[in-house]
Nanobody, 125 residues
Framework: QVQLVESGGGLVQVGGSLRLSCAAS????????MGWFRQAPGKERDFVAG????????YYADSVKGRFTISRDNAKNTVYLQMNSLKAEDTAVYYC??????????????????WGQGTQVTVSS
């Protein structure tokens, strides 16, 4: 049974940092392209960052480039999203997704096979 469990969300002030974790079980993150998405109230789930299965390539939404970093720890089978210089507009529920058929991460959420339950990030001004 595949599970993706996000953690690390919380309340932070503008300009602060958080590190989100996505712990995988039932799959190996080195065999999947992994993506972080976020969904604010009343909005679509949007792509934030992605990491290819090889680990060689990363992709970011323009809105987070230079502030967020996606990485993984193969030994822990976990993917991370380091978020710095947080803005109020980063407030959302953050989800990680795993795509087995993806050579590279996709910004399209329907291309991911598995999802976690999400973790809330709230940035206060």
């Amino acid at each position: 049974q595949v599970q993706l469990v996000e953690s690390g969300g919380g309340l932070v002030q503008v300009g602060g940092s958080l590190r989100l974790s996505c712990a995988a079980s039932g799959l190996t993150v080195t065999s999947y392209s992994m993506g972080w998405f976020r969904q604010a109230p009343g909005k679509e789930r949007d792509f934030v960052a992605g990491l290819s299965w090889s680990g060689d390539n990363t992709y970011y939404a323009d809105s987070v480039k230079g502030r967020f970093t996606i990485s993984r720890d193969n030994a822990k089978n976990t993917v991370y999203l380091q978020m710095n210089s947080l803005k109020a507009e980063d407030t959302a529920v953050y989800y990680c997704g795993a795509g087995f058929r993806l050579v590279a991460p996709s910004p399209e959420k329907y291309e991911y096979d598995y999802w976690g339950q999400g973790t809330q990030v709230t940035v206060s001004s």
